[in-house]
T-cell receptor, first 117, second 109 residues
């Protein structure tokens, strides 16, 4: 299947700092990427839809000024958690659509475990 | 919007036995149903999927069945192995993806 690369896999930071997470599509172009947040033993919660060359679409309740999303190219989307606080600690996962003729699929990155001290 | 329900939430089976996970959906427009396996600390991995024009699909030890009339689909894993232990998520897709709540599968050696 298609490869979605996500970095870093784990980050520990002090409260108040900003953290950037990168999501790359390695062998295909991704017009649309998605960012999810996952709490322990829970399902995936969609945070926002990232569209190349335009503003991201945020889900209700997600602070767009807190979670900055940039999708500057067809292979890279970034999520920046600004002024991180302990309540932002979570597992963040990106995903990308691979389009084909009636054959679109959704592939996920390996996730980023964010721990804010 | 779409409502995807997944059962059971936890499942333990003996190695070699079969495991079945079921999901129901509500949106008639949903036409794509993937299944993902997520190991601890990793992102979900697509393991099998089915589209609404097909009733069953099989890939070695895993299979998925779809009943469009009843709006439910199931994941079947045969001859389970310890490495099958993970959390499995179903998803339903029409205009966007909706995920089930996950099933934690434990295969006991």
């Amino acid at each position: 299947g298609a490869v979605v690369s996500q970095h870093p896999s784990r980050v520990i930071c002090k409260s108040g700092t900003s953290v950037k997470i990168e999501c790359r599509s390695l062998d295909f172009q991704a017009t649309t990427m998605f960012w999810y947040r996952q709490f322990p033993k829970q399902s995936l919660m969609l945070m926002a839809t990232s569209n190349e060359g335009s503003k991201a679409t945020y889900e209700q309740g997600v602070e767009k000024d807190k979670f900055l999303i940039n999708h500057a190219s067809l292979t890279l989307s970034t999520l920046t958690v600004t002024s991180a606080h302990p309540e932002d600690s979570s597992f963040y996962i990106c995903s990308a659509f691979v389009f084909g003729t009636a054959n679109e699929k959704l592939f996920f990155g390996s996730g980023t475990q964010l721990s804010v001290l | 919007g779409e409502n995807v329900e997944q059962h059971p939430s936890t499942l333990s089976v003996q190695e070699g036995d079969s495991a079945v996970i079921k999901c129901t959906y509500s949106d008639s427009a949903s036409n794509y149903f993937p299944w993902y396996k997520q190991e601890l600390g990793k992102g979900p991995q697509l393991i099998i999927d089915i589209r609404s024009n097909v009733g069953e699909k099989k890939d070695q030890r895993i299979a998925v069945t779809l009943n469009k009339t009843a709006k439910h689909f199931s994941l079947h894993i045969t001859e389970t192995q310890p490495e099958d232990s993970a959390v499995y998520f179903c998803a339903s897709c029409g205009n966007q993806f909706y995920f089930g709540t996950g099933t934690s599968l434990t295969v006991i050696p």
